[in-house]
């Protein structure tokens, strides 16, 4: 059974900067998806960034150009560098994991509160 575990939330006023980090229990069937989403209250959780285990990277039209997603293949683990953070930024981020060729079978951390002050 694999668990991702997320650290790296805080607040930070706008402008500022963070860095999320998943590490998971034990490595993925290849090749395989790691990625981020985050949710607001009263919103669903929606795709914020995904990277393969090859390096193919796509990211929400809304954090392009201030985030960046990396993967540590070795440590299991996928990192979220977040620049110029807005107040829409906030929101829970959640940590996932899926087989890129199992449409059904996916993996969630428990989720990381980020916070940005206008």
């Known amino acids: 059974q694999v668990q991702l575990v997320e650290s790296g939330g805080g607040s930070v006023q706008a402008g500022g900067s963070l860095t999320l980090s998943c590490a998971a229990s034990?490595?993925?069937?290849?090749?395989?998806?790691m990625g981020w989403y985050r949710q607001t209250p009263g919103k669903q959780r929606d795709l914020v960034a995904i990277?393969?285990?090859?390096?193919?990277?796509n990211y929400a039209d809304s954090v392009k150009g201030r985030f960046t997603i990396s993967r540590d293949n070795a440590k299991n683990t996928v990192y979220l560098q977040m620049n110029s953070l807005k107040p829409e930024d906030t929101g829970v981020y959640y940590c996932?994991?899926?087989?890129?060729?199992?449409?059904?079978?996916?993996?969630w951390g428990q989720g990381t509160q980020v916070t940005v002050s206008s």
């Open positions: 034990r490595s993925i069937f290849t090749p395989n998806i």
């Open positions: 990277a393969t285990t090859g390096g193919i990277t």
């Open positions: 996932y994991c899926r087989p890129a060729l199992d449409l059904k079978t996916e993996y």
